[in-house]
Nanobody
Framework: QVQLVESGGDSVQAGGSLRLSCAAS????????MGWFRQAPGKEREGVAV????????YYADSVKGRFAISRDGAKNTVYLQMNSLKPEDTAIYYC????????????????????WGQGTQVTVSS
């Protein structure tokens, strides 16, 4: 089993920044993927940014490229999401996720590929 604990959600004005953290514990492996997904009211959960824990390769949704950055701290088994130039449309509950082993490329940004989830943290961006 893997436990994921998120932190860092808050309310900010448009143009502001936030950093989300996700600490993993339990049976983790170096070839897992970790990532951030978000879900706004009435919308499906969507992939925001994911990272290959082993290689450090990172992947982003088009809507956040150039504004968000995902990173990992292997020693702490923690993943971060630095969010800059936030927009009202970034408002959502952000969930940390971890896979059970490697993920094939076409599923990297798909929630179905991730078996472990955090409880979610609210990010609200006001205009």
């Amino acid at each position: 089993q893997v436990q994921l604990v998120e932190s860092g959600g808050d309310s900010v004005q448009a143009g502001g920044s936030l950093r989300l953290s996700c600490a993993a514990s339990g049976s983790t492996y170096s070839n897992d993927y970790m990532g951030w997904f978000r879900q706004a009211p009435g919308k499906e959960r969507e992939g925001v940014a994911v990272i290959d824990i082993g290689s450090g390769g990172s992947y982003y949704a088009d809507s956040v490229k150039g504004r968000f950055a995902i990173s990992r701290d292997g020693a702490k088994n923690t993943v971060y999401l630095q969010m800059n130039s936030l927009k009202p449309e970034d408002t959502a509950i952000y969930y940390c996720a971890r896979s059970r082993g490697p993920v094939v490329p076409r599923f990297r940004m798909r929630a179905i590929a991730y078996g472990y989830w955090g409880q979610g943290t609210q990010v609200t961006v006001s205009s």
